[in-house]
Every structure is written in structure tokens, then in C-alpha cells.
């Protein structure tokens, strides 16, 4: 999939910004009226929404929350004060705690919702595929606010003008639901295809399965908002559904395959839920300087990859993770994570000109390892080398995360089938069956553990934590002198930008955010 289509609705995008919706009116809207002449014509605005999911879910930055939660000794001068909950740091970084982007999204699907009158030379049941390949992204963003936001905003009709207050999160999560289901008409996987009639072959595109994934992540995080066992069992029916192949055909890989071809640069499919398309001609890596950062794993990649030297990485004030924390992570020797997440993990390095071997402090991973380095001489700086990127689509959800997170609905509904999921994940990671305690609080803990084992770097630990209430026992600093009535305040979400604040007096701070204001 090229997102070389979206050139023209990009120049409207001033129109759609979330913050500004109340100077939208209809004279502007007259711009698309006749527009829709084709089927191709929703699916280039539909491309344009896809940008915008990319831009959401796959940024070339980490937001706060990657550096909350990520799994580290140190996160580097930059990394620490998020770790630590410093409300300097995050003001700091204002235009990263945005939400203008999920908003064009929404914004987008409403409009062609609301358009869908003028579609020409199209069939009533191509519309409806196009319409819900829309909600499933609107679904998805709005899901994404109430994670990051909990209070947001209900996105009027996009010829309302009036100035909007943000909404409780129980109803942003309806949103989501509502979108979610209205997505339920789309086929499997397989019989996806495009304007032209094509087989459509991008994860980024929704499908039934992707769309019971969603609607399991939801109920699971409504499930550990409210502690209520109907979400819990909504959640658990609907991974089910994926993971029993009704909705869909996915499948486990061997572990030497998932890094090797799902992670790299092959981009097999096989255990691929849904995925953000990124490759040299979306992304224009020619005219990038610094690595992307869309997982937050890859804030710990540098020797052998951005560092020649592992010297370096022991010496230096960088992200990384000491040699220790990774053999206490994946304790069992046999655990073939070992292998192929981490570089010659706790092996002697030999370095040109040194005396002996050196044996470094910290690990090394591993988990991407197609590297992309920048053939731009002005970025290059002549023949040095200049990581940035690593070669493969950004994968957020795959069945081993969508397995673990159903052994964790059925552990809160007390279903013995929660350790057989666990196993599932833990067998092919060459590991023997869970032998622990089975009661609700100890299986709980081993399959979170067993998450952070299995999706290391992949973006789902903070929301991990969060979700099972974990933060004051895993996460540093403030965050574990958090008081209930702090977090019931805001805590764990992220402060509304200043932008949402423009042409809004209806907008008002998350409370702990207030409290905390520079």
C-alpha cells in the first residue's frame, strides 16, 4: 500500500483540525460536494485517513508514555524525567500530548459518512466497505483517547460550529464501541479488496479479525477500569472469536521466524493482526536525519547497529538496559527470547586493537535487525554511517499479544483455559509449562510478566500496567507515591495540549495536570 494518494486532501487538512472545528462551516464543505465522482475518489480520502492512523499510531517519535514505561537501567538525560513523572519534563513536550491528529481521523470518517449521498459510480456495497474501514480507524482513535486522555471531546457533525467540552471517558468509550461495531460488516481478511478490485495485502487495512481485536482491547480496558466481569467476558468472547479462526486465519510463527521475516523486512503476515505500513517510499527515509523511534524498543538499539563500539554503551548517558535486568526478565535459559530478541547476550566481544575480549554490562537487543541507513550525503556527513530505520512494518496486535490478553480476561473470570493461553505463548518461546501458583492475583502477575517477556519494546507496557493496576510496583519516581485521589485526578493520563485550548473556552486541564501546571 502507497500513501503517495493522500497529496490532495492533505492541502484541506487546515480545515480539520480537532481544535477548529468550531470554524468549520458549510461554504467550506461546498469544496468536496462534487468530489466523489468514483470509488477511487473515497478511497484516496480514505488513504488520507490512513495517514492519519499512521501518524497515531506509528509516530517517528516516543511519547511520554514510551518513555514511562519503558523497560530500562536508564532512559538517557532525555528518557529519565518521563520515567520518573517530572511535570516539568512533560510540559515540555506540549506539541507530543497533541490530539489534533486523531480528530482528523474522526473528522474524516463523519464527512464521508455525512457525504455519502453524493457518491457516484460506486455500489451501495462498496460504500458500506469503505464506510467501515472509516469507523474501524474512528473506533481505533477514539479507543486511543480514552487510554491517553480519559476525558476527550465527542466530535460533532462537521458542519457544527459549536464549541464542544470534553466528555467522560465511559463515553468516549461508547464512541469507540459504537464505531467498533458499525465495522462489523467488513469480510476476513482474505476477500479485502481495493477500488480497483484487487486483493488488498496491507494489515493497516481493517478486517473482521481486526475489528474483534479491537473490541477485545476495549473490554479489557474497560474491564480494568471498572473491574466489572462483563467486560471481562465481552472481551474474552471477542479475542476468541480471532483467536479460534472464525474471524479470520492467524497463526503462532516460530520464534526465529516472528524476528527474522514477521519483524523484518519480508513482513510476513502469518501472525500479523494489524500493522502500520512503513517502508522507504511512504516514509521518505532519503530525507531522514535520526532513527525513527515507532516502537519504544528502539530507544535501546545501538551497538551493533547505531554503535561500533559496546564500550561505548557502558560509558555513555544513553537508553539502555543492563546485562542483569535482561537475565531477570527472561530468568530460564532455555528461553529462546534469549536468542533472538538480544545480541550474543552476555557474550565476550572481540574489539579490533583491544587487548582481550570484552565483556559488556548491559544487553543488546536484537528483536529488529534490518537496518536502514541514510544514503543522503548531507546527512551522512561524508562516510559515516547513519542509522535510520529498521527495515518492517510496525506490528500492533499480533496473536501472541491477542492470546496473552484473553489469558487475562479468563484468570479475572477464574477459567482454568487462562493458564493454557499462557502456556500456548510460553511453549513456543521454548519454555515449560507454567508451574506457579493458579490463584487470581499470582496468574495475573505471570502473564503480565509473560506479556513483557513476549512484547518487549512493542508499545504495550505502560497500558499493561495501568490496566492491571501495577504502576506504583513497576514504574519509578512520582509515579509510585501516586495517591488514589491524584490518579483519580488525571495522573495517569496525559495533560490536554495548548492547542486544544484555541477558539475553545469550553476546554478545560485534567485536574493532576492542573495542579501541576508550569
Not at 517517528?60 to 519503558?70: E, H, K, N, R
Not at 535487525?369 to 554511517?385: A, L, Q, W
Not at 488525571?490 to 495533560?495: R, T
Request: glycine share 4%; charged share 25%.
Amino acid at each position: 500500500m502507497t500513501m503517495k494518494k493522500i497529496f490532495i486532501f492533505i492541502l484541506f487538512f487546515p480545515l480539520f483540525s480537532c481544535n477548529d472545528w468550531i470554524d468549520v462551516n458549510s461554504e467550506e464543505s461546498v469544496t468536496f460536494r462534487n468530489y466523489f465522482n468514483s470509488e477511487q475518489d473515497v478511497e484516496d480520502i480514505f488513504t488520507t485517513i490512513l495517514g492519519c492512523e499512521k501518524a497515531v499510531i506509528a509516530p517517528t517519535m516516543m511519547g511520554f508514555f514510551d518513555w514511562s514505561a519503558l523497560h530500562c537501567s536508564n532512559a538517557g538525560t532525555f528518557g529519565e524525567a518521563y520515567r520518573k513523572l517530572e511535570p516539568a519534563a512533560i510540559w515540555d513536550m506540549d506539541k507530543r500530548t497533541s490530539w489534533n491528529t486523531h480528530y482528523k481521523a474522526i473528522y474524516l470518517t463523519n464527512f464521508l459518512h455525512e457525504n455519502q449521498f453524493r457518491f457516484k459510480n460506486i455500489s451501495q456495497e462498496r460504500i458500506d466497505f469503505w464506510l467501515a474501514q472509516a469507523d474501524f480507524v474512528k473506533a481505533l482513535m477514539y479507543f486511543r483517547l480514552a487510554q491517553d486522555w480519559g476525558e476527550a471531546v465527542v466530535a460533532p457533525s462537521t458542519e457544527d460550529a459549536s464549541q464542544q467540552a470534553k466528555s467522560p471517558i465511559n463515553t468516549i468509550l461508547t464512541e469507540a464501541i459504537q464505531a467498533a461495531e458499525a465495522a462489523l460488516i467488513l469480510p476476513t481478511f482474505d476477500k479485502l479488496t481495493n477500488a480497483q478490485g484487487n486483493n488488498i495485502n496491507s494489515r493497516q487495512y481493517a478486517s473482521l479479525g481486526t475489528v474483534h481485536t479491537l473490541l477485545a482491547n476495549i473490554y479489557a480496558w474497560m474491564g480494568g477500569l471498572y473491574d466489572k466481569e462483563e467486560y471481562w467476558k465481552k472481551a474474552e468472547a471477542s479475542a476468541s472469536l480471532v483467536i479460534e479462526g472464525k474471524v479470520g486465519f492467524y497463526d503462532l510463527v516460530s520464534m526465529k521466524d516472528l524476528v527474522e521475516k514477521t519483524f523484518g523486512k519480508s513482513r510476513d503476515l502469518t501472525e500479523v493482526i494489524f500493522s502500520i505500513e512503513k517502508n522507504e517510499q511512504d516514509d521518505n527515509w532519503y530525507a531522514t536525519s535520526s532513527l525513527e523511534m515507532y516502537y519504544p524498543g528502539f530507544a535501546l538499539i545501538n551497538y551493533p547497529y547505531s554503535e561500533t563500539d559496546p564500550r561505548k554503551v557502558d560509558k555513555d548517558d544513553i537508553p539502555r538496559i543492563l546485562l542483569d535486568s535482561v537475565y531477570a526478565l527472561y530468568p530460564d535459559k532455555t528461553d529462546l527470547r534469549r536468542k533472538e530478541y538480544w545480541w550474543n547476550l552476555g557474550q565476550a566481544i572481540t574489539i579490533e586493537g583491544a587487548s582481550a575480549p570484552y565483556t559488556p554490562n548491559h544487553a543488546f537487543i536484537n528483536k529488529w535487525r534490518d537496518k536502514v541507513y541514510s544514503v543522503n550525503p548531507e546527512i551522512t556527513e561524508g562516510s559515516k554511517s547513519k542509522l535510520i530505520a529498521m527495515e518492517g512494518n510496525c506490528i500492533y496486535w499480533r496473536l501472541a499479544d491477542l492470546i496473552l490478553l484473553r489469558a487475562e480476561c479468563r484468570a479475572h473470570l477464574g477459567m482454568p483455559e487462562a493458564a493454557s493461553d499462557l502456556n500456548r505463548i510460553r511453549e513456543r518461546a521454548g519454555l515449560d509449562t507454567y508451574r506457579g501458583f493458579t490463584d487470581k492475583k499470582n496468574l495475573l502477575r505471570e502473564i503480565f510478566r509473560e506479556r513483557e517477556r513476549e512484547l518487549f519494546g512493542e508499545g504495550h507496557r505502560y497500558y499493561d500496567i495501568v490496566r492491571n493496576k501495577y504502576f506504583r510496583d513497576i514504574l519509578i519516581g512520582n509515579y509510585k507515591t501516586l495517591t488514589d485521589d491524584e490518579v483519580k485526578k488525571g495522573a495517569l493520563y496525559l495533560p490536554v495540549s495548548s492547542d486544544a485550548f484555541l477558539n475553545n473556552p469550553l476546554m478545560t486541564q485534567n485536574i493532576y495536570w492542573l495542579w501541576h501546571q508550569n
